[in-house]
């Protein structure tokens, strides 16, 4: 339901564009089929290789590598993979709740999450261009650390 009336919504605001401005509606159009289409091929890469990690890995496994009882060590894993990893939010959060029904630990994915989100390690070189070398590596730095607290803050309340 919540989809059809977010689709009715959309096509609402386009009709009320297209009325206002179609030269613009229609560029709007065009730009975002260019951006769509620039996003895709790495979107399918990290749908696919997602699909074919949960695939291979067995639940024995996961639980075994990023269990509940891995602790820090499976944290620390989750956190470096999170950090390296450029994956979009809307990737991330279906993965880590495939994880989590074969296996995976709480705590575990909260880091994932957190540092995927928050350490940019592969867009790290824009980011020191944009901020400057010593800005950059404290913020990446910082925000490291704080997802562990996240994690573990999550890991209580779950708990």
Do not use: C
């Amino acid at each position: 339901m919540f989809t059809a009336v977010l689709y009715a919504v959309t096509m609402i605001f386009f009709l009320f564009s297209l009325a206002k401005d179609a030269k613009k509606t229609k560029m709007a159009l065009i730009k975002s089929w260019k951006s769509f289409a620039n996003i895709l091929p790495p979107f399918l890469t990290v749908l696919s290789l997602v699909g074919l990690a949960l695939t291979v890995l067995n639940p024995d496994l996961i639980s075994r590598i990023i269990g509940a009882k891995t602790g820090i060590k499976g944290m620390l894993i989750t956190s470096a993979i999170g950090a390296i990893t450029l994956i979009p939010g809307f990737v991330a959060f279906p993965l880590a709740a495939s994880l989590l029904e074969k296996g995976a630990g709480i705590m575990q994915l909260a880091v994932f999450i957190s540092t995927l989100m928050m350490v940019g390690v592969v867009t790290l070189p824009l980011e020191i261009s944009y901020f400057g070398r010593k800005e950059a590596f404290l913020r990446n730095g910082l925000a490291y650390i704080f997802s562990f607290f996240v994690a573990f803050i999550i890991g209580m309340v779950v708990s």
